[in-house]
């Protein structure tokens, strides 16, 4: 009987102990598990940032290689200098332009800016002009004589030109003193309005060297008999063919005034020699 108390205290006290333990180790369970826990979802929060971070420098380090990209597929831009220092002969710069050196000074400045700014295009251009015209045939002329060659004269000799004027008139003409009267209006010109004429009817207001004897086709003066309707025309000129028409005017101050008016509003159109 006393055993079996014993055991049965035992049994409860075993079962007491292991009740009280059994909270114990829950506790202590549960508090593991929430120290996992914890510890987990930190791991995770700081994996999360780890990530973010990651993220973020990577976002910064395209962003980077972009912003770096855009600026090498910008081009360059580089800042020119735009005039060029050059010397003019042995002119000492720090010597001021005085009464006394002026001429000097002027003639190297015009020989630097008209051949020394450009001396390797001159060069060119003179490797192409000897490739058709030899040095040796024009190294005899002066420089105003191989001009006038290449350009002609600018004074107009009015007598040459009326001596080397081909005259185109039908007999039958209604008026035929109006040859006359173009060659009065054509006497009463200055030389500015006699270049005018020259390159209303050629082209250019130079005469050739040998003048209009050379001119080829030879200056020509048409006078056509048609008539207009209302105002008189202005006289037209054939350049290719070196002509000019005068249309039938009704007086001397007619063909004068619409001659002039011709030659002046025209001249533009035309380039100059």
């Not at 108390?5 to 549960?30: C, E, I, K, N, R």
């Not at 105002?231 to 619409?258: H, M, V, W």
């Amino acid at each position: 009987s006393i055993s079996s108390s014993s055991s049965s205290s035992s049994v409860h006290h075993s079962t007491s102990s292991s009740l009280s333990a059994a909270p114990s180790t829950a506790t202590t369970t549960a508090t593991t598990t929430a120290t996992a826990s914890t510890a987990s979802s930190s791991t995770t929060q700081s994996a999360s940032s780890s990530a973010t971070s990651l993220v973020d420098r990577g976002s910064v380090s395209n962003a980077h290689s972009a912003v770096v990209t855009r600026k090498q597929l910008r081009p360059r831009v580089t800042t020119k200098t735009m005039y060029k220092v050059f010397k003019l002969g042995a002119y000492d710069p720090e010597q001021p332009v005085t009464e006394a050196n002026k001429w000097h000074f002027a003639q190297l400045f015009c020989q630097s800016r008209m051949y020394g700014a450009i001396r390797s295009q001159i060069n060119a251009f003179l490797r192409g002009f000897f490739d058709v015209i030899p040095s040796d045939l024009i190294s005899c002329f002066e420089p105003r004589e191989l001009e006038n060659l290449i350009c002609g004269f600018e004074r107009v000799d009015i007598e040459d030109l009326q001596k080397n004027t081909f005259i185109d008139i039908s007999p039958d003409h209604p008026r035929p003193e109006i040859v006359a009267w173009y060659w009065e209006a054509v006497s009463n010109f200055g030389q500015i309005d006699l270049s005018k004429l020259v390159q209303f009817v050629t082209g250019s207001s130079q005469v050739p060297v040998g003048g209009f004897a050379s001119l080829r086709p030879c200056f020509n003066v048409e006078f056509p008999c048609y008539a207009s309707d209302g105002d008189a025309p202005l006289p037209r000129s054939g350049t290719c063919f070196n002509t000019l028409y005068i249309p039938l005017y009704d007086s001397f101050a007619q063909l004068n005034e619409k001659l002039r008016y011709a030659i002046h509003e025209s001249s533009e159109h035309f380039g100059r020699c």
